[in-house]
């Protein structure tokens, strides 16, 4: 099965910068879109930025001018570099992607949503 595994999660001073990444592990898929959720305790996840197989970029009006996605096609890869960093950004990290699966020999295919398992993301004051 396909797999997310994120890494590039730490504690920075309010200011800093991190660089989160995250590939796709695993066979018989493409990648239609992939990006970046956050999560904090008691809040719902939201949607920090994304990237189509268009090329197409969204970002939260919260991280606009300050984080930049990118997407390695061939590595099934993507990042996220997060410049002047807030302590509103603390949160966990999920890559997602959505994966489109060949289910047969006949090249049938399905799509499928898949996440990580979150790195954690501390901006102190």
């Known amino acids: 099965q396909v797999q997310l595994v994120e890494s590039g999660g730490d504690l920075v001073q309010s200011g800093g910068s991190l660089r989160l990444s995250c590939a796709a592990s695993g066979s018989g898929f493409s990648i239609d879109a992939m990006g970046w959720y956050r999560q904090v305790p008691g809040k719902e996840r939201e949607l920090v930025a994304y990237?189509?197989?268009?090329?197409?970029?969204n970002y939260a009006d919260s991280v606009k001018g300050r984080f930049t996605i990118s997407r390695d096609y061939a590595k099934n890869a993507v990042s996220l570099q997060m410049n002047s960093l807030k302590p509103e950004d603390t949160a966990v990290y999920f890559c997602?992607?959505?994966?489109?699966?060949?289910?047969?020999?006949?090249?049938?295919?399905?799509?499928?949503?898949?996440w990580g398992l979150g790195t954690q993301v501390t901006v102190s004051s």
């Open positions: 990237v189509t197989n268009g090329g197409q970029t």
């Open positions: 997602n992607a959505m994966l489109k699966i060949v289910v047969n020999v006949e090249g049938a295919y399905r799509y499928s949503e898949v």
